[in-house]
């Protein structure tokens, strides 16, 4: 005898059940009845797009990868900026000193950067 | 909301950011290692003041930032051990880096901001700020792995930390959700509150518990999430293996405890988290202990030991949850035992890694075998480092004796006897790992004749760590007397204080 508390668990795992049988289900299903005819063209990455030329592992150059490390500082720096503008009033001095304080942290983190020549495109 | 008291309670972290945004900025404005490394540890002074300060003026638990912040005197204990270990980091780190790595800065500039994640975890009381004081610890943690730029090993201990850590966390994480989604609360004493009216057989409390001990579990390298440790200890350069095997291990250990103990998981479905954690405690002893024993590679020895000194704090945390809910003044010394253990841990490992540093450091090997004969080449660094292993392997006259003693007694009147006899029974292996390099280093005949001589500040370290684990020999019922009050403050508000 469930007691009412852990009747949940019991949808829950009928839920999870049905899932599972729906997916197995439907795939079994349309593989039955689907005709198969692949063509060159079918099987491309993009169907109706560009044709992919080499492959996707190759190396690419390390300046894109800290270019969006310092793109993250801003971004950050935007979402928490905008989140503070907007209740400006409400937090008055003490908001104030707190996100000049963010921003001068993240302006060491820029000046780092800038320091290490990572602003410099090799 | 907001008041000033406030900042005078978070000011030791404070500081500590503050003095490595400045070692970062001074780093790069000059190459000399000397300045970055003076300034970093003159500049702890500022956080150890404030620590004493609060120490000394102690009054009571107090809570700040909307009980996101608690400093009691566990709090306080922790934020000591850390700064211990910046201190010994700036000073045992020094020669190594000059040696083989170039970015000299950001090594200390990742060990402070750490060390703040480390003190956090120590002494919040609120789960997300929990979680996010253990990403500000592992972050740097993860770069400081991958400084050996050359090495792909180094590279490789990096990415395998990064990878094992975002799953552990995720792990975490998702125990904090179903802990936030039985009580509706992230503050851990309201969550104490609500664990009040829970009955036994609570599913998710069962679920919640397994996933937060396994999330923690990575951090503190308990046996079967262990597999990281030796790989990253290996290809990490020392001094960072060295913080890894203390800090990561000890914060670990102090927001577990938090959250088991002030968070008052234990006052609902005991027996399970008892098993779980039991289970967990005797693999962890006797795999880290039997593996260590058989390693040649002297980091890869170190890491499964620490492995193993993760097993016996951990049988000295699962005694106390067997008490806690009969008697919480009992169930303390077993917290009690836990904080002097991780203490004198602390400061052995730090100076058993200090003497590795500079034995490898000149004798150019990290085999077992590369230390031959070094008593007759550098005979204060091997007595330093014998004595430091000695500690760890608990033989009596060093801190480490005592520490386990203690460990195993609290263990054995808190009703665990089967425990406390396998972790005497994995100590008396564990002799034979630590004996065999003390074999080495005195008895062995040397490689080569020419004496050894330490770089000043690695000397210092050590001679400094083997002095405070003899100190600690001596001054151990001062620091039990510090022990006690710290973890029956996790009580504390439970019992309506």
Redesign the interface.
């Known amino acids: 005898m469930s007691t009412p508390a ?1 009747i949940g ?1 019991l949808y829950a795992g009928i839920l999870v059940a049905a899932g599972f049988v729906f997916v197995i289900l439907a795939t079994t299903v349309s593989g039955l009845l689907s005709p198969h005819n692949p063509t060159k063209e079918k099987l491309q990455t993009y169907e109706s797009g560009e044709t992919p030329i080499g492959s996707a592992w190759v190396q690419y150059p390390l300046g894109f990868y800290i270019y969006a490390l310092l793109f993250v500082a801003f971004d950050v720096d935007i979402v928490f900026v905008i989140s503070w503008a907007v209740i400006f009033k409400q937090l008055s001095i ?1 908001g104030f000193c707190e996100i000049v304080f963010f921003i001068v ?1 993240l302006a ?1 983190g820029l ?2 950067a800038w ?2 020549g990572v602003t410099r495109w090799i | 909301m907001f008041q000033l008291s406030d900042l005078y309670l978070l000011a030791p972290e404070i500081s500590l950011v503050l003095l490595a945004l400045v070692v970062m900025v001074i780093d790069l404005f000059t190459k000399r290692r000397i300045v970055i490394a003076t300034v970093s540890l003159v500049g702890l002074i500022v956080p150890v003041g404030f620590v004493i300060a609060q120490a000394v003026t102690y009054t009571g638990p107090r809570t700040a930032l909307f009980r996101m912040l608690v400093v009691d005197q566990y709090s306080l204990f922790f934020r000591v051990i850390f700064l211990i270990i910046a201190a010994f980091m700036v000073l045992a780190s020094y020669n190594y880096l000059g040696k083989y790595i170039k970015a000299e800065g950001e090594f200390y500039v990742l060990m402070l901001f750490s060390v703040v994640g480390m003190m956090l975890m120590a002494s919040t009381g609120e789960l997300i700020s929990i979680y996010i004081a253990l990403e500000l610890t592992s972050f740097p943690l993860y770069a400081m792995a991958g400084l050996l730029r050359s090495s792909t090993k180094s590279s490789e201990a990096a990415l395998k930390y990064v990878l094992l850590g975002a799953m552990s966390s995720a792990i975490l994480l998702y125990g904090f959700a179903l802990l936030y989604g039985l009580t509706g609360t992230t503050d851990l004493q309201g969550i104490a509150q609500s664990f009040k009216s829970f009955g036994n057989g609570n599913l998710m409390v069962i679920v919640a518990d397994v996933l937060i001990i396994a999330g923690f579990g990575f951090k503190i390298s308990a046996v079967p999430f262990h597999m990281w440790a030796p790989d990253i200890y290996e290809g990490a350069p020392t001094p960072a293996t060295a913080f890894f095997s203390v800090g990561s291990k000890a914060a670990g250990f102090a927001a577990l405890i938090r959250i088991l103990v002030y968070g008052g998981l234990w006052q609902a479905d005991l027996t399970p988290l008892i098993v779980v954690l039991g289970v967990v405690a005797v693999l962890t002893l006797i795999l880290g202990n039997f593996a260590a024993a058989v390693q040649t590679n002297i980091k890869r020895m170190m890491a499964y030991s620490s492995i193993a000194q993760a097993g016996y704090i951990l049988v000295g945390v699962v005694a106390t949850l067997t008490m806690s809910q009969k008697n919480h003044t009992a169930a303390s010394s077993g917290i009690a035992a836990v904080l002097f253990f991780i203490l004198v841990y602390v400061v052995t490992n730090l100076g058993a890694f200090s003497g590795i540093i500079a034995l490898s450091n000149l004798t150019g090997g990290e085999k077992i075998e590369d230390f031959r004969g070094l008593w007759h080449r550098s005979p204060l660094l091997t007595v330093c480092t014998s004595l430091c292993l000695l500690s760890l392997a608990g033989i009596p006259p060093v801190a480490g004796f005592f520490s386990k003693v203690f460990i195993f007694t609290a263990a054995w009147q808190l009703g665990q006897p089967w425990l406390v006899i396998i972790a005497l029974l994995c100590s008396i292996v564990s002799i034979v790992y630590y004996g065999r390099i003390i074999k080495v280093m005195f008895f062995d005949a040397p490689r080569k004749e020419e004496r050894l001589v330490a770089p000043i500040s690695l000397s210092t370290t050590i001679t400094l760590a083997t002095a405070a684990l003899l100190v600690l020999t001596v001054i151990v019922t001062v620091v039990l007397d510090a022990a006690n009050p710290a973890a029956l403050s996790l009580f504390a508000s439970l019992l309506g204080k």
């Open positions: 852990n668990y003490f942290v060491i000046l780092y320091r290490k």
